[in-house]
């Protein structure tokens, strides 16, 4: 079964957003089984909107579409599927008691007609039920095809998503099991990692396709098999991920299904009742921000400081100023001493610590822009490196991130 | 003139990555005058890219196409843009000399034959210097139809649009006047909004389009115009913002061309030789990570203390355990001893603190998930609130983050 996600806006074409719901639709339409043919985004448009239903129409059985359902003149994609399935607008009195009741909730403003228009809904739609906003879900059918129209919050069509279109999606369809299962490297070239596993990868059954991941540092290898029976896929990928953990073992890091590595990082910490925290300078926060992202990191993640300025360094990570002038900011005598100082400050059995200079200038360093020097202070000491880490701002940082979780794995998982 | 934008890999389509690179490609055309008809993500599947080039050929003047170009053998875009243009491929000298030398400098492993293989192209392509990498862009021509195809990496797609494609476009066509404003408002929502200005909306001229973008807190009112003459277009548009200034000038924080919200702040900062400093709990260092994601943010960013454990509170950022019991965590108190602590101990004139509980449990507070309190010290005291931020971690801190902002502005445009 097929589908297709067409994303509505022209904030999404001049580039002014990153359009972020299609990653999360796909990933959850995958999971119950269904295969995305195609993502497009298209203008505010009758006349394009129009023809992206009739040609998804023609091209798969689910068509997914955000977007274009506020309550703004801008906003024409109600309008506009009632046009494409011949149809008028009614009052859903449900749908306009939640609009009230939302305003009431949380809006300090009274209600306008503009919103109560929200509740106005093509006469042949099923309404589904949008519990953080006042743009109600569409489920449409034409044929043996199925139309979904949501909101393009992104945390309204999450919440559509799971709670609406995939169980009733379910409940309509049989589908397939899809499964991905990824392998993250990190440290060797996919060029390299091609040549290591050719003959595992040629003798693949045809069932399971292998993509190379490859971004900064770091290769990820997909496999993703797809199939009726959910036991037998599950036991061909498995055994094909322990061949290649016989191929190339020294460079796996860990699994991803839903995890990154991050993830993994703190599940083990919390698992084991061990904590960590980070002393961070060219990184700016960027590495807390990735544990402080998921739920329950409290358990694990104790803190961060970020120092940011030479000053803080020395004032409240009490890296002395004279290992300062005589090392330079940037060196691994300095990340030392952030990272030592960090897990003393913060009562952890590890920590993370970067100072580098991530460019494009050379700021309060001596150090070429690209160059990294990462600690991490563990139980029973400390590991370090001085890395060149390229010329762009944000790989550098991006890349200093995914070089200190795979460095503070290995040293987890050694312990 | 209008562009497609076509991104090809399956990884889009699983949800495995988010296709950032149409945004980027998007905004650097229109900056050269370019329309983006649609943008399209394909599958890494011969028939299917075949199709997707034959449509946009038929929609629009300009494609552009990235990914699928890696050594590895799920990359098949070369080949099948080969067959497209019904050409063959040869080796190219420069490309392999690059090649050859970026893995000198960079690659502790021996170049192989695949890394090779790398500089073959089509011998109908003009070939577009890869800086950062070893695919290189390809510049084909049909008709009066111009094709170009480059690597899915962003940072290498990133140099290639900037340093080749937009000059060889600009140097083929001429090409009319596209200008975007932005206006960034602050605490009201988009149907209110719309109503204060819906006589001034419906008056705008043809050329102007106007779009709400709302979110978490904010709603952007964006501006798009085009036509031949620029100086005309600007005109206009400046004409039309300073009516709207006087419509809805009380919650306009500021103007985004390419500058965010924490953009314009720093800048007024470094401009008038300030320094902040952030404390942050339930944001987790996301705030911080904002700041510093810009280069030249050591001028004002001095650093930040991310006390997400309650220990770290009263340890490192000196709040009192008597302070905390009393109020407990998530409170206006402590949110405001943190602020004047960071402030004190990174030295520096303004401070944003915040404390809260982003879910999905209670953690260590007491406090309700979606509560948040925040607290900005300025050079002539201290501003705070508490505020419910709804019931979804990542909503909760990015609205937390979005609201930190909108006070600090507020505050640093009063002194």
New interface residues.
């Given amino acids: 079964m097929l589908a297709e996600i067409i994303t509505i806006g022209?904030?999404?074409?001049?580039?002014?957003?990153?359009?972020?719901n299609?990653?999360?639709?796909?990933?959850?339409l995958?999971r119950i089984g269904v295969?995305?043919?195609?993502?497009?985004?298209?203008?505010?448009d009758k006349a394009?909107i129009l023809k992206?239903l009739n040609e998804a129409e023609d091209n798969v059985d689910i068509i997914i579409v955000t977007g274009g359902l506020?309550?703004?003149?801008?906003?024409i994609t109600k309008h506009t599927i009632c046009e494409y399935f011949d149809d008028i607008l009614v009052q859903d009195d449900a749908v306009l008691a939640h609009v009230e009741a939302l305003f009431k909730k949380y809006?300090s403003?009274p209600i306008?007609e503009?919103?109560k228009e929200q509740a106005l809904v093509p006469s042949k739609a099923k309404i589904l039920k949008n519990r953080?906003g006042t743009a109600p879900g569409m489920w449409l059918e034409k044929g043996n095809k199925v139309f979904v129209s949501m909101p393009g919050?992104p945390?309204e069509m999450k919440a559509l998503m799971e709670y609406e279109v995939l169980p009733k999606l379910q409940k309509r369809y049989k589908f397939p099991f899809i499964l991905?299962k990824?392998v993250l490297t990190y440290g060797?070239?996919?060029?390299?990692i091609?040549?290591k596993i050719k003959d595992w990868?040629n003798n693949l059954p045809a069932f399971i396709?292998?993509?190379?991941?490859?971004?900064l540092g770091k290769v990820?290898l997909?496999l993703?098999a797809k199939g009726a029976d959910k036991n037998d896929i599950e036991e061909e990928v498995e055994r094909q991920v322990v061949t290649l953990q016989k191929l190339i073992g020294d460079i796996i890091v860990g699994y991803e299904d839903e995890n990154s590595i991050e993830v993994t990082i703190g599940e083990i910490l919390k698992g084991k009742g061990l904590t960590i925290?980070?002393a961070?300078s060219c990184?700016?926060?960027?590495?807390?921000?990735q544990?402080?992202?998921n739920?329950?990191?409290?358990a694990y993640?104790?803190?961060?400081?970020?120092?940011?300025?030479t000053?803080?360094k020395t004032?409240?990570l009490n890296v002395s100023e004279e290992l300062i002038k005589k090392h330079s900011v940037v060196s691994i005598e300095v990340a030392e001493a952030m990272a030592v100082n960090a897990k003393q400050?913060?009562?952890t059995n590890y920590s993370i610590a970067t100072t580098g200079n991530a460019?494009?200038?050379k700021?309060?360093s001596e150090a070429e822009v690209g160059t990294v020097c990462i600690a991490i202070a563990t139980p029973k000491g400390l590991v370090s490196g001085t890395f060149n880490m390229?010329n762009?701002?944000?790989?550098v940082?991006n890349k200093t991130m995914n070089k200190s979780f795979e460095m503070l794995l290995k040293e987890i998982l050694k312990n």
Wanted: proline share 3%.
């Fill in positions: 022209d904030e999404i074409l001049i580039g002014q957003i990153v359009d972020t299609s990653a999360f639709i796909g990933k959850a995958n295969s995305v043919y195609q993502i497009k985004s298209v203008q505010d394009h992206a506020g309550p703004t003149k801008d906003d809006i403003t306008m503009v919103n953080f919050v945390y991905h990824t060797v070239g996919e060029s390299v091609a040549d990868e396709k292998l993509a190379y991941l490859p971004s990820r997909r993703s925290a980070t961070e990184t700016g926060g960027k590495i807390a921000e544990f402080t992202a739920a329950g990191a409290s993640f104790k803190g961060s400081i970020i120092s940011y300025a000053d803080a004032d409240i400050l913060f009562k460019g494009p200038s700021g309060d390229g762009h701002r944000t790989k940082i």
